[in-house]
């Protein structure tokens, strides 16, 4: 069974760099969309990148486009995002989500598609 768990937010000052981790113990091997959103308080939910398995083609909001890089480690089943110039606007808490099978190839940077759901780990940057 699919378990989402994220780890490696933190508090750090605009300018710096954090790496979250999602580790999916139940992985099969199945071609699917994986993507890390965030929400702060008062806000929707929002699509920070995507990326699908089976190409590891990557998606990126607008947002964070050059400072935020998605990647998968196979060996490791692990889905990280490498934040770096983090802003204060970057504070938020940051999920890992992750579809059913699928061969579309496209993944779309919208909460709704996504079944699966870690619980989340909070960034916070000051300035």
């Known amino acids: 069974q699919v378990q989402l768990v994220e780890s490696g937010g933190g508090s750090v000052q605009a300018g710096g760099s954090l790496r979250l981790s999602c580790a999916d113990a139940g992985y099969t091997g199945s071609r699917r969309c994986m993507g890390w959103f965030r929400q702060a308080p008062g806000k929707e939910r929002e699509g920070v990148a995507t990326?699908?398995?089976?190409?590891?083609?990557?998606l990126y909001g607008d947002s964070v486009k050059g400072r935020f890089t998605i990647y998968l480690d196979n060996s490791e089943n692990r889905l990280y995002l490498q934040m770096n110039s983090l802003k204060p606007e970057d504070t938020a808490m940051y999920y890992c989500?992750?579809?059913?099978?699928?061969?579309?190839?496209?993944?779309?940077?919208?909460?709704?598609?996504?079944?699966?759901w870690g619980q989340g780990t909070q960034v916070t940057v000051s300035s």
């Open positions: 989500a992750a579809t059913l099978p699928y061969s579309g190839g496209y993944c779309v940077p919208s909460p709704h598609p996504y079944h699966y």
């Open positions: 990326l699908y398995t089976g190409d590891r083609s990557t």
